[in-house]
């Protein structure tokens, strides 16, 4: 299940694309605050940005930044299927706002279960800890003549309708959703069955640190990897 592409934001990844589900979302609501900071924002104090945020963005997406004035923050995002929380400190250095996440969250991972090259055909399956199947995870597999297979899970995994023509050589995988992908995995010769499970680890939890914000007036911009998102102040009382 391949996801729609989309123009890349402010700051992409390594490839020049950001992560599909959350560009989806924020596209729409990055309109950058690019003005130069003056001397008064520059010697402000913590306190002076202590508040509660709400992002700009559409009907199908919601998200607040709490700015406390014991300089922690909390975050949430809810954007169709992607939920993401973060919370940790906000600093000002040179009239600079950053956060830092604490604790630093694990991300979640693909761990090959096992594989086997008994029976005919192929066969993948993705499941969480429990057993439970997972539909929607994108898949490569490249074969030794070449030929790279695409497609996507079903919750009782994938087969192939037909005998591989050569053997596998390597797979990827993606949950597009959260952006989890597995990076290149070299398989043994004549593997027939694969079953993997994904790791939830801090799953949902976000790594915001070296974000940086920008305010202007009632309002701010967090810059974060994937994109600009614009916030208004709802709240002017400071939060503790």
């Known amino acids: 299940m391949q996801p729609l592409q989309f123009l890349p934001l402010a700051f992409a990844d390594d490839c020049g694309q950001s992560p599909p589900m959350l560009a989806r979302f924020l596209l729409p609501s990055a309109i950058l605050l690019m003005s130069l900071l003056s001397p008064a924002w520059a010697q402000a104090s913590t306190a002076d940005f202590a508040g509660g945020y709400r992002l700009q963005g559409g009907p199908d997406v919601a998200s607040e930044l709490i700015l406390r004035a014991d300089g922690t923050y909390a975050y949430w995002l809810m954007a169709g299927a992607l939920d993401e929380a973060s919370e940790g400190r906000w600093i000002l250095t040179d009239g600079q706002l950053s956060l830092v996440t604490e ?10 279960a096992e594989s086997s090259a008994e029976g ?30 695409e497609g996507y899970t079903q919750y009782d995994g994938w087969q192939a309708v037909e005998e591989l023509a050569a053997d596998l050589q390597w797979i990827e995988l993606e949950e597009p959703v959260n952006t989890i992908r597995s990076g290149r995995i070299a398989l043994p010769p004549h593997t027939r069955v694969l079953r993997f499970v994904l790791l939830p680890n801090d799953l949902g939890r976000v790594d915001l640190t070296g974000a940086t ?12 990897r994937e994109g600009a998102m614009p916030y208004v102040r709802a709240s ?3 939060y503790r």
Do not use: M
């Open 213 to 224: 914000i920008e305010v202007e007036g009632k309002g701010l911009t967090l810059h974060r």
């Open 236 to 238: 002017s009382v400071p």
């Open 120 to 149: 005919t055909g192929f066969r993948l399956e993705v499941n969480w800890p429990n057993g439970g199947g997972i539909a929607g995870i994108d898949f490569r597999i490249g074969l030794a003549d070449g030929q790279v297979l």
């Open 103 to 112: 604790p630093r969250p694990v991300p979640p991972e693909f761990q090959q």
